[in-house]
């Protein structure tokens, strides 16, 4: 097993930390928060730096990046924000990536480059107002019209919602129950019938663009479908690529807030004393970058799995349910390690603790994951759904 980073990750890394001085990133991570506004600017230098879409197929602009790439860039850029990191997620192990894997060569070439240059950006919408795990029975509908497909129904919570460009919307087909009518077709801001609801209010992740989306009988070319009714399970496969994506951006919270304790802990005084020279400070600090160690070992064995590819169900879902749990923990200890001061918005640690919140909800929630890992544990299927 080989632990290195090869030369061009490392030289990667030592970029993305040159651009976090130049472009001071911790100043700007406070700034975001405090104006709730996304930091469009940084999409065209993400772009000339081959960030966006690195992952992606090279014929239609992407570099073929393995995962694990996309991960340590999306690791480190979340030490600052994890907005500061998004638009390299959404590049690169978003929804995007089913149409690299899945899509026509018509959709390939309509989206990927834009992608890739910053101009696009695809959401993924599964989520609906009456429930979010239990996703196969999802009610938003396409039906067949006249040669198109006439789609009807609403999503929630949908991240980049009204910013986006495309839609990667999961759909029912028709009347067929359960996940055997269930596929993905693209959607295009400014469709007719396509309307966005008010912007989300979070606890954190303060500049997030989230709705809900609306569509009322949206015409819908045939050839938008990615994924038709009985590909459920590729939907779903593709998704776990997402998931180490949202690992990472853990692992990047829970850096920065390691770093920010670790700097406080030798400055601040108590008794006349730095307060590193207190054990329990020290074994907080050791608790910290233990589980921060041990989640990235998971992270990055998932996402070396996945190659160019997908990664396994298995290793996914434990790297992100680890991942979700440790980011809590160890930005929870910082803030106890700042004293008040750690409650007070004039230290970082206050916004990484909040930001820290989403990620064992967003794409898949703690209990859902576990149900997962279970069914892989025992070899057999736990049916949630209660007979009629
Ligand atoms: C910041 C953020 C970003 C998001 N971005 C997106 C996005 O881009 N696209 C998108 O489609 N969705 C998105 N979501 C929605 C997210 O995927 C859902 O919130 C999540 O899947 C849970 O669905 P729900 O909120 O409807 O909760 P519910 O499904 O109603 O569940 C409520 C609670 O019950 C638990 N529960 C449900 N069933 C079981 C069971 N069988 N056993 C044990 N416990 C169970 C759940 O784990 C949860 O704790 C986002 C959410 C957040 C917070």
Same mark, same amino acid.
């Given at each position: @097993? ?5 030369? =061009?990750?490392? @030289? ?7 651009? *976090? ?7 700007? *991570?406070?700034?975001?928060? =405090? ?14 730096? %081959? ?7 090279? *014929? ?16 480190? #850029?979340? $030490? ?22 899945? %899509?026509?060569?018509?959709? $390939? ?6 992608? !890739? ?7 993924? !919408? ?5 429930? %979010? ?102 939907? @779903? ?11 990472? @951006? !853990? ?13 406080? /802990? ?5 008794? +006349? ?24 070992? #998971?992270?990055?064995? *998932?996402?070396? %799995? ?8 298995? =290793?996914?879902?434990? /790297?992100?349910?680890? /991942? +979700?749990?440790?980011? $809590? ?28 919140? /989403? ?27 209660? $007979?009629?």
């Amino acid at each position: @097993m080989d632990f290195s980073l090869t030369r =061009e990750q490392q @030289m990667l890394l030592e970029s993305l930390r040159d651009m *976090a001085k130049r472009e001071r990133f911790m100043d700007l *991570a406070a700034e975001i928060d =405090e104006t709730g506004s996304f930091p469009y600017q940084l999409i065209p230098k993400y772009a000339d730096m %081959g960030l966006l879409g690195m992952t992606l197929s090279e *014929a239609y602009g992407g570099m073929g990046e393995s995962s694990l790439t996309a991960i340590l860039a999306i690791e480190e #850029l979340a $030490k600052y924000s994890p907005m500061i990191a998004a638009p390299v997620f959404e590049s690169n192990v978003g929804p995007v990536r089913v149409i690299d894997m899945f %899509g026509t060569e018509q959709q $390939k070439k309509a989206i990927i480059p834009g992608v !890739c240059s910053g101009e696009y950006s695809v959401s993924v !919408c599964m989520t609906e107002p009456e429930g %979010g795990s239990d996703l196969t029975a999802l009610n938003t509908t396409v039906e067949e019209k006249d040669g198109h497909y006439l789609l009807n129904g609403r999503k929630s919570f949908i991240t980049g919602g009204g910013e986006a460009s495309h839609y990667l919307v999961y759909t029912r087909f028709g009347e067929q129950k359960g996940y055997k009518g269930i596929g993905g077709v693209i959607v295009e801001k400014g469709m007719p019938g396509f309307t966005f609801g008010k912007q989300e209010e979070y606890m954190g992740l303060r500049g997030m663009p989230s709705c809900d989306l609306y569509f009322d009988d949206v015409r819908v070319p045939k050839e938008n479908v990615v994924i038709d009714k009985g590909n459920f399970g590729n939907l @779903m496969l593709t998704f776990d690529i997402e998931r180490c994506g949202n690992a990472a @951006m !853990c692992l990047g919270i829970a850096a920065g807030a390691m770093e920010a304790a670790k700097t406080y /802990a030798r400055e601040r005084t108590a008794f +006349n004393r730095p307060i590193c020279e207190f054990q329990d400070i020290q074994f907080k600090m050791t608790d910290m970058v233990m589980k921060l160690d041990a989640a990235r070992l #998971l992270v990055y064995r *998932a996402a070396c %799995g996945a190659g160019q590819g997908l990664p396994s169900i298995y =290793e996914a879902s434990i /790297a992100k349910c680890y /991942a +979700n749990e440790m980011v $809590k923990e160890v930005t929870e200890m910082a803030i106890q390690i700042f004293g008040g001061y750690g409650y007070s918005k004039a230290y970082p640690v206050e916004r990484m603790f909040r930001d820290s919140r /989403a990620w064992g909800v967003a794409g898949g929630t703690l209990q859902m994951l576990r149900i997962t890992m279970a069914s892989m544990i025992f070899g057999r299927r736990f049916d949630q759904r209660k $007979k009629d």
